[in-house]
């Protein structure tokens, strides 16, 4: 299969909360440390040809938590953006936001619009942040704008679908990661999606790994997309080597 410009590699953020836990620290310690993660990885996906990174920062289902743990990671997110858009901005990378932004905290949403803003004319690593995101809502958000457009039934086609989630149409994820799972054993392992872009990874290698996501380092992403391989999916076509 042909390589496209590069890779889009989602990540499942998982692991914070048990990663303070086991150093005796609060859980958003554990969330400030997986945004350290997560900038020590944006810098490195151009040298792994990674031209999209999309993670999944809040879910909808994450509203659920404690509203302390929830402003906290909100505060972080906007620190984030505060400290090291314009650096990353510089360094080629573009911003967009995906999930349900009619939910998002006026702040929140003001920050992250800014960001897609000031990096739209940017053409290096593509940063999809996932908030205030669940992929049925997607679907449910999707239908209803298709209702409300008066869009014709024979006009919802697999390609309307794909060109109207929050996604780009043809850049969906290769690989998805879930990070924070159960040690594989007798020789299975576990994945749970958690609505993190289903009709985009419908094709995606999914990867579990139970590194928790603030111990989570380029060579883990290396390792992962050697052992997941993009380059050789046959897409259900025929294998002609083995
Ligand atoms: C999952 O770990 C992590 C989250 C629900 C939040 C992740 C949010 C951030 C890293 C901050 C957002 C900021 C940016 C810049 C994207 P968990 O709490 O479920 O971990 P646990 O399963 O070990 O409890």
């Known amino acids: 299969m042909e390589i496209k410009k590069g890779l889009h590699v989602g990540i499942i953020l998982d692991g914070n ?31 792994n040809r990674v031209q999209t990174l999309s993670v999944f920062a809040f879910a909808i289902a994450n509203w659920k938590r404690d509203k302390s743990e929830v402003d906290g ?4 997110f906007l620190q984030f953006l505060t400290t090291h858009l314009k650096g990353l901005i510089d360094d080629g990378v573009r911003f967009k936001l995906i999930g349900d932004r009619s939910g998002l905290p006026d702040a929140v949403l003001a920050a992250s619009e800014d960001a897609e803003r000031r990096s739209v004319s940017n053409s290096g690593t593509l940063l999809q942040i996932a908030l205030n995101y669940d992929g049925v809502d997607e679907v449910a958000r999707m239908v209803k704008n298709a209702l409300q457009n008066d869009i014709s039934p024979d006009d919802v086609t697999a390609q309307y679908v794909q060109s109207h989630l929050d996604t780009e149409a043809g850049n969906e994820p290769d690989i ?25 990874s419908v094709q995606s290698v ?12 380029v060579d883990h992403l290396q390792k992962i997309i050697a052992y997941a391989d993009p380059s050789s999916r046959l897409f259900g076509g025929q294998r002609t080597k083995v």
């Open 17 to 47: 909360g048990r990663w303070a836990t086991q150093q005796g620290k609060e859980r958003l310690e554990g969330h400030a440390e997986g945004v350290r993660a997560l900038l020590g990885l944006i810098k490195t996906c151009p040298e």
């Open 206 to 217: 999914c990867v579990s790994t139970e590194v928790l996501w603030p111990n989570f380092t």
């Open 73 to 76: 990671i909100w505060i972080l």
């Open 176 to 200: 998805i990661i879930r990070t924070g799972m159960p040690e594989a054993s007798g020789g299975m392992s576990q994945w749970r999606g958690s609505a993190f872009l289903p009709l985009q």
